[in-house]
């Protein structure tokens, strides 16, 4: 009918809008076949295959990421496309495969500049895939595509850097990255330090709003990640840390940057009660954005810590049995005081409570009702985020995935 009228058909009069969402949901094979049935339907199946790109080896999958590779370097059309790239090794692959697996990576310097805006590159910590990191990382630092990388994500990449100043490298040619996370390895003595680092003097910073970093031990990359960042623009601080005592410096850096920055939701994760809340003291005015703030792990000088939380704080979290003596006589104070010291104070959240179902905070119960605060209790811990979601926290997402405890 479409023919005999001269009219397209409804479904080839789909703007292009329509399609992306229609082929968002469908399958690489489904989207293989769409893209040669019709010139309309084309570069909206392309957009969709070759947008967002995981190229993953494991020895399953070795076989198909060499034919995924010549078609990356073969096709500028293809390139072009691409928006979302996530490099990954898995465990699996017994042998060194041929051609070397960071040889299948010749395609990433040709990518163009100002199209990609995301790089994910993980690796499994066990992996048998026997890359030669030193050369997928000069590969990766001739990549011009990385000056447009907006997300940087790095996990489980100990032996990226294993070169000295491989990872200034990195972040010096990654100017506009805007949301960076990274899971950093566990320094366990000085000649494995020097094997890989050398202290290094960044140019000029990045504007970077959200900083999300994990840390087994004791790694100065940690360092190096806040040199880079301009004073006035980290939003987001998620910090995890296996052991504090050696942070010391890195520490009092991330304290300037926080009390610069129009900071709005930090947390703090500690693995062990070996330290005080690093960020403390808090000078006057400092944090007045801050809208979330999440701890756990350290020892709570409440104290210290209530006595300069800024008026905008909107939600607290806390874990419950980490703490020798939780402050709950302190918290009641709080948020007795806390629609005339707080005003913008809604949410009051204690995690690790247990199942039980009696909860030990009746008459903080009462208190928040009386003062119209939201008081929850959930059973299970404070949670790092997952490596998929490092780059994207939020406390809602957290508390989602969580059971309450029962009252």
Same mark, same amino acid.
């Given at each position: 009918m479409a023919r005999a009228t001269g009219r397209p058909s409804a479904a080839q009069?789909?703007? %292009? %809008?329509v399609l992306d969402l229609i082929f968002s949901h469908t399958s690489e094979k489904d989207l293989t076949a769409l893209a040669l049935?019709?010139?309309r339907w084309s570069p909206a199946a392309y957009r969709a295959l070759y947008s967002s790109v995981d190229f993953s080896l494991s020895s399953k999958g070795t076989a198909l990421m060499k034919k995924l590779a010549s078609t990356l370097t073969s096709s500028n059309y293809v390139r072009h496309l691409m928006r979302h790239v996530k490099l990954t090794w898995l465990e699996g692959l017994e042998e060194r495969p041929s051609p070397s697996p960071e040889l299948l990576f010749d395609w990433l310097p040709l990518l163009p500049r100002d199209t990609l805006m995301s790089l994910d590159i993980y690796t499994c910590p066990r992996s048998r895939i026997q890359v030669d990191a030193a /050369? +997928?990382? %000069? @590969?990766?630092? /001739?990549s011009p595509m990385l000056s447009s990388i907006r997300h940087l994500k790095m996990t489980n990449g100990e032996a990226f850097f294993e070169g000295v100043n491989r990872m200034s490298q990195l972040l010096m040619l990654t100017p506009n990255v805007s949301h960076l996370s990274g899971n950093f390895p566990y320094t366990r003595d000085t000649e494995t330090l020097s094997r890989y680092y050398a *202290? +290094?003097? *960044?140019? @000029?910073p990045c504007r970077v709003r959200y900083l999300a970093v994990k840390m087994g031990g004791y790694t100065p990359l940690f360092g190096d990640l806040l040199k880079v960042i301009r004073d006035d623009s980290l939003e #987001?601080? !998620?910090c995890y840390t296996g052991n504090a005592d050696r942070f010391e410096e890195e520490f009092r850096r991330a304290r300037e940057i926080t009390f610069s920055s129009p900071i709005q939701t930090l947390f703090f994760y500690a693995a062990s009660l070996e330290g005080e809340f690093p960020l403390l003291p808090v000078p006057p005015g400092s944090w007045p954005k801050l809208r979330e703030l999440v701890l756990t792990g350290w020892r709570l000088q409440w104290d210290a810590l209530a006595s300069h939380l800024p008026s905008s704080l909107e939600a607290?979290? !806390?874990d419950y049995t980490f703490h020798d003596e939780f402050p709950i006589e302190h918290l009641s104070f709080f948020v007795t005081h806390a629609p005339t010291s707080h005003p913008a104070f809604l949410r009051l959240v204690i995690c690790n409570v247990g199942s039980r179902r009696c909860h030990p905070f009746p008459d903080l119960e009462t208190v928040c009702a009386g003062c119209g605060i939201l008081l929850q209790l959930y059973a299970p811990p404070i949670r790092w985020p997952s490596?998929?979601? #490092?780059d994207s926290w939020t406390l809602d997402t957290m508390l989602k995935d969580m059971s309450p405890a029962l009252g």
């Amino acid at each position: 009918m479409a023919r005999a009228t001269g009219r397209p058909s409804a479904a080839q009069s789909c703007n %292009d %809008d329509v399609l992306d969402l229609i082929f968002s949901h469908t399958s690489e094979k489904d989207l293989t076949a769409l893209a040669l049935t019709c010139k309309r339907w084309s570069p909206a199946a392309y957009r969709a295959l070759y947008s967002s790109v995981d190229f993953s080896l494991s020895s399953k999958g070795t076989a198909l990421m060499k034919k995924l590779a010549s078609t990356l370097t073969s096709s500028n059309y293809v390139r072009h496309l691409m928006r979302h790239v996530k490099l990954t090794w898995l465990e699996g692959l017994e042998e060194r495969p041929s051609p070397s697996p960071e040889l299948l990576f010749d395609w990433l310097p040709l990518l163009p500049r100002d199209t990609l805006m995301s790089l994910d590159i993980y690796t499994c910590p066990r992996s048998r895939i026997q890359v030669d990191a030193a /050369r +997928f990382m %000069d @590969i990766l630092l /001739r990549s011009p595509m990385l000056s447009s990388i907006r997300h940087l994500k790095m996990t489980n990449g100990e032996a990226f850097f294993e070169g000295v100043n491989r990872m200034s490298q990195l972040l010096m040619l990654t100017p506009n990255v805007s949301h960076l996370s990274g899971n950093f390895p566990y320094t366990r003595d000085t000649e494995t330090l020097s094997r890989y680092y050398a *202290p +290094f003097t *960044p140019g @000029i910073p990045c504007r970077v709003r959200y900083l999300a970093v994990k840390m087994g031990g004791y790694t100065p990359l940690f360092g190096d990640l806040l040199k880079v960042i301009r004073d006035d623009s980290l939003e #987001t601080l !998620l910090c995890y840390t296996g052991n504090a005592d050696r942070f010391e410096e890195e520490f009092r850096r991330a304290r300037e940057i926080t009390f610069s920055s129009p900071i709005q939701t930090l947390f703090f994760y500690a693995a062990s009660l070996e330290g005080e809340f690093p960020l403390l003291p808090v000078p006057p005015g400092s944090w007045p954005k801050l809208r979330e703030l999440v701890l756990t792990g350290w020892r709570l000088q409440w104290d210290a810590l209530a006595s300069h939380l800024p008026s905008s704080l909107e939600a607290l979290v !806390l874990d419950y049995t980490f703490h020798d003596e939780f402050p709950i006589e302190h918290l009641s104070f709080f948020v007795t005081h806390a629609p005339t010291s707080h005003p913008a104070f809604l949410r009051l959240v204690i995690c690790n409570v247990g199942s039980r179902r009696c909860h030990p905070f009746p008459d903080l119960e009462t208190v928040c009702a009386g003062c119209g605060i939201l008081l929850q209790l959930y059973a299970p811990p404070i949670r790092w985020p997952s490596s998929e979601n #490092t780059d994207s926290w939020t406390l809602d997402t957290m508390l989602k995935d969580m059971s309450p405890a029962l009252g």
